[in-house]
């Protein structure tokens, strides 16, 4: 695999059709990380159109009208449709793939799962629009807080609704009086084992239930939490009435009682400590060079994080360093969204299919969706099984199909589907694709159908 190749497909989200690649291959990655994110393509759904129809919804519920809940019921899967062909024509079409990969690879370390709900359904979307987005290049311990004042990721794991026990809202209900209790440790345990030290990072169930008791309060208005009326807008909200008191200690570290400036602390501190560096490192080299990640790299990266204070941009270009990285022998097994997207970048499309959703729901690969905490999985026999490959080289066929009944597309040439591939000198395939006894579609299928294009 030359090293144009690899910036295109291991770096990037695959070649366009008719893109030859990068002179100097390292360079073009480098440049695609200056400046700020990418934005998305077309119109977004706002907070306050979340929040109109999240209410909607709930008001239908409560009522038990079905004709208003199926209603108002469409009008979440029409916002939720709206931000994933954002994103996806934003893939399909952007100029710095490279940088569209990096905020898939955040979006996904910091999931939100629409399988938690109708909260998080409404508001995944959003939350890598505004939270994930943004800050993909700065430091990560912005990136951090910004996932943790979002109202899916508070939502999603339950600190929403996490009350101090010994906080005056929980001191009012042990008094008999109305009011909200319970400390929820889910959020806290996920940061500290999934979002920042890992499983290995030196923690304790301590830590983890004072990691809560400071993010207590962290919750969220207009989703009807504690102390909240489920009205206006949703976003962030600190309630000082369900904070727990007094100081706390993680990870041998005191932290004074200060109310909601206790938990930008520890997120500060959580982002730059060592342990972080290494997960974080360990999870980047896996997912940009080989399923079994070379110590010596990990520890390259983990340290320009460490000397960085995690600055995502340096971070990102330690990774373009990496002599590995440009092995020809190297590769990674495309995901079901990777191949989705690659496929329509190879052929030059513009816009993605209404149908898009279902296809990658079919491919056990619907974005922000994943079944756990711990996002999607990277790893080759995550995505290689026997059905999923014929799952794959059906809908490859669908599509070869649907692009024939496009007459513009049915004027492709399949033989330059050949040139977005990583192909061997002896691989038969650009012969085949260049042979006008087979039919156009049955080609053009067998392209992303095959092997080749099944890694990157």
């Keep these: 695999m030359s090293a144009r190749h690899i910036a295109l497909n291991r770096f990037g989200l695959g070649a366009r059709a008719g893109e030859r690649g990068p002179a100097d291959a390292r360079e073009w990655l480098l440049a695609q990380v200056e400046g700020e994110p990418p934005r998305l393509a077309g119109p977004a759904p706002t907070l306050a159109e979340v929040s109109e129809v999240y209410r909607e919804q709930i008001s239908a519920i409560r009522a038990q009208d079905r004709a208003r809940l199926a209603s108002s019921g469409r009008r979440v899967g029409v916002l939720a449709a709206r931000e994933l062909t954002g994103v996806l024509t934003t893939r399909i079409t952007s100029e710095r793939p490279f940088a569209e990969r990096w905020v898939a690879f955040w979006s996904n370390h910091l999931c939100v799962s629409s399988s938690a709900g109708l909260r998080v359904v409404a508001l995944a979307g959003h939350y890598e629009r505004e939270a994930i987005r943004p800050h993909v290049f700065g430091p990560f311990e912005a ?82 939490g504690p102390l909240d009326r489920g009205t206006g807008t949703i976003g962030f909200r600190f309630v000082p009435l369900v904070h727990e008191p007094g100081s706390k200690q993680v990870l041998g570290v005191r932290y004074a009682e200060e109310g909601e400036r206790e938990g930008v602390e520890v997120l500060r501190a959580l982002a730059r400590h060592p342990a972080t560096a290494r997960h974080l490192a360990t999870k980047l080299v896996r997912h940009f060079v080989s399923d079994d990640p070379d110590p010596a790299d ?104 649907r692009l024939m009944r496009d007459r513009r597309a049915a004027r492709l040439d399949p033989r330059v589907l050949a040139d977005v591939m990583p192909l061997k000198a002896d691989d038969p395939l650009p012969a085949l694709l260049g042979d006008a006894a087979i039919p156009v579609a049955e080609r053009v299928a067998l392209a992303f159908a095959g092997p080749a294009f099944q890694w990157r």
């Design 143 to 224: 990136l951090l807080l910004a996932s943790a004042r979002h109202p899916a990721m508070l939502a999603y794991l339950d600190n929403a609704q996490s009350i101090g026990p010994g906080s005056p809202a929980a001191r009012r209900g042990a008094r008999g009086e109305r009011g909200p209790r319970g400390l929820n440790e889910n959020y806290a345990r996920e940061l500290l084992e999934l979002h920042t030290l890992g499983v290995d990072g030196g923690y304790d169930q301590e830590d983890v239930v004072q990691l809560a008791r400071i993010l207590t309060g962290w919750t969220v208005s207009g989703l009807g």
């Design 298 to 401: 990990v520890q390259r990266v983990a340290r320009t994080w460490q000397e960085t204070h995690g600055d995502l941009r340096r971070v990102a270009a330690a990774l373009v360093a990496l002599d590995s990285a440009w092995a020809p022998g190297s590769r990674k097994f495309r995901t079901p969204q990777d191949w989705l997207v690659a496929m329509f970048r190879a052929l030059g499309a513009t816009e993605v299919p209404p149908t898009v959703g279902q296809v990658l729901r079919q491919l056990n690969h619907q974005p922000w969706a994943p079944p756990a905490p711990k996002g999607y999985g990277d790893l080759a026999r995550e995505w290689a099984d026997p059905d999923a490959l014929m799952n794959r080289a059906e809908l490859a066929r669908s599509v070869a199909d």
